[in-house]
T-cell receptor
Framework: DAGVIQSPRHEVTEMGQEVTLRCKPI?????LFWYRQTMMRGLELLIY????????DSGMPEDRFSAKMPNASFSTLKIQPSEPRDSAVYFC?????????????FGPGTRLTVL | AQKITQTQPGMFVQEKEAVTLDCTYD???????LFWYKQPSSGEMIFLIY??????QNATEGRYSLNFQKARKSANLVISASQLGDSAMYFC????????????FGTGTRLQVFP
């Protein structure tokens, strides 16, 4: 299995621009998670989906952030407009059904820099 | 209140020695799971080991073991026979069954293994 795939791996953009991060979960996984990691705040859960449906988006910082999962094999996290404080590493993770020892498998992350 | 507390921002250990990374947690849910992840300098998050709240025995995975003390609400990671490649950030995380499938992460401990 290829694991969780994220693109791009690195993104540098200017303040005010739209940024779209992409994720392909592991085939067969029911859950997809978006995290943000910064030095100041550590690893934060932004939103997660179950069977393509958003379950909890309470971690999404503000309306500038949106996430979609149009099908079981693809999800996007969009920031519009981007701001310098959005600079972080964004991880996508996926897992099987809830409960038990089903760990989350993380993608390699997208390092976003907003100038 | 912090759900997951890792009090050691940094640890040093000599190669081939054992090291313990501390993790305490706070939950009122009788059913929960505890996870440890490793994040090397390359950035990816790697799952190491899992402990369920009802598991009778401490979890072990190769050189990793989890010292689970339920009454103290601690889930310390023990790495035996440290290797240079163990140098990384280590994150403790918890999932509470009543709180759906969220993983709550600690702030991490940076481990440095020296020759």
């Amino acid at each position: 299995d290829a694991g969780v795939i994220q693109s791009p791996r690195h993104e540098v953009t200017e303040m005010g621009q739209e940024v779209t991060l992409r994720c392909k979960p592991i085939s067969g996984h029911d859950y997809l998670f978006w995290y943000r990691q910064t030095m100041m705040r550590g690893l934060e859960l932004l939103i997660y989906f179950n069977n393509n449906v958003p379950i909890d988006d309470s971690g999404m910082p503000e309306d500038r952030f949106s996430a979609k999962m149009p099908n079981a094999s693809f999800s996007t996290l969009k920031i519009q407009p981007s701001e310098p404080r959005d600079s972080a590493v964004y991880f996508c993770a996926s897992s099987w059904d809830r409960g038990g020892n089903n760990e989350q498998f993380f993608g390699p992350g997208t390092r976003l820099t907003v100038l | 209140a912090q759900k997951i507390t890792q009090t050691q921002p940094g640890m040093f250990v000599q190669e081939k020695e054992a090291v313990t990374l501390d993790c305490t947690y706070d939950t009122s849910d009788p059913s929960y799971g505890l996870f440890w992840y490793k994040q090397p300098s390359s950035g990816e998050m790697i799952f190491l080991i899992y402990q369920g709240s009802y598991d009778q025995q401490n979890a072990t995975e190769g050189r990793y073991s989890l010292n689970f003390q339920k009454a103290r609400k601690s889930a310390n990671l023990v790495i035996s026979a440290s290797q240079l490649g163990d140098s990384a950030m280590y994150f403790c995380a918890m999932r509470e069954r009543y709180n759906t499938d969220k993983l709550i992460f600690g702030t991490g401990t940076r481990l440095q293994v020296f020759p």
